[in-house]
């Protein structure tokens, strides 16, 4: 599998996701946000964690008019495969790529630490390893993760299965740490090509580092 990481000023998480991914055997390429082409033969790209443009307005708000980002739109409107990963959902949020806003935590405060997540709906690539009600330990460092959508959006994600990932303790009940809607931590587009998430599945590759949870997240793209 061929996976394009795109790469903007104040990308933090290219490298970790360059490793996750090379890790399970995929080969990748990072892209500089100013290309206006992708690599040829790319099944999966990947929109890294990190500060684009150092958050300036809002998360996301300036990587959005990037040059290369319009041959990420084209590829996911042409059926291709693309990942979102905290500030790669943030853009993917700001694109229009996926439904719903990302707002500040409700504390206010940059959050960072494990947190454990529910898996909700595994009728996709990105969890198709998983089952639902799976319980993972997986990294959160944001402060604008609190997502938001309205109640009539929040219906069609639901109506559509496309929540995916959900905040939790370690027995599965509610555990909010930022305020998003309904605990949601993760979702897709109504086609189910498109992905974003807050949680880092990409440092939580090794059992060493604190869980390696993560792992049969992003092998889910290299399933047939």
Request: proline share 4%.
């Amino acid at each position: 599998m061929n996976v394009a990481i795109v790469v903007f000023p104040g990308t933090n998480c290219e490298l970790d996701t360059k490793y996750a991914y090379e890790k399970i055997g995929a080969k990748t390429t990072l892209v500089w946000h100013k290309e206006t082409e992708l690599p040829k033969g790319i099944d999966l790209i990947v929109l890294p964690g990190g500060f684009s443009y150092g958050d300036y307005l809002r998360s996301g708000a300036i990587a959005k008019f990037s040059p290369v980002m319009q041959s990420v739109i084209d590829f996911a409107n042409n059926g291709g495969y693309v990942l979102g990963i905290c500030n790669g959902f943030q853009i993917l949020l700001e694109l229009g790529l996926l439904p719903g806003a990302m707002k500040k935590n409700r504390n206010v405060h940059f959050i960072s630490e494990f947190h454990y997540l529910k898996v909700e709906n595994r009728d996709n690539k990105f969890l198709q390893k998983l089952q639902v009600g799976d319980i993972l330990n997986v990294p959160i460092a944001h402060g604008e993760g609190n997502y938001y959508i309205d109640d009539s959006g929040l219906k069609r994600l639901k109506d559509n299965g496309q929540i995916l990932l959900s905040y939790c303790d370690k027995e599965g009940n509610l555990s909010n740490p930022n305020g998003s809607v309904d605990s949601i931590a993760g979702i897709c587009n109504d086609k189910k090509n498109v992905f974003g998430l807050m949680p880092h599945p990409e440092r939580a590759v090794e059992e060493l580092l604190g869980s390696d949870d993560g792992v049969k997240m992003l092998q889910g793209f290299m399933e047939g």
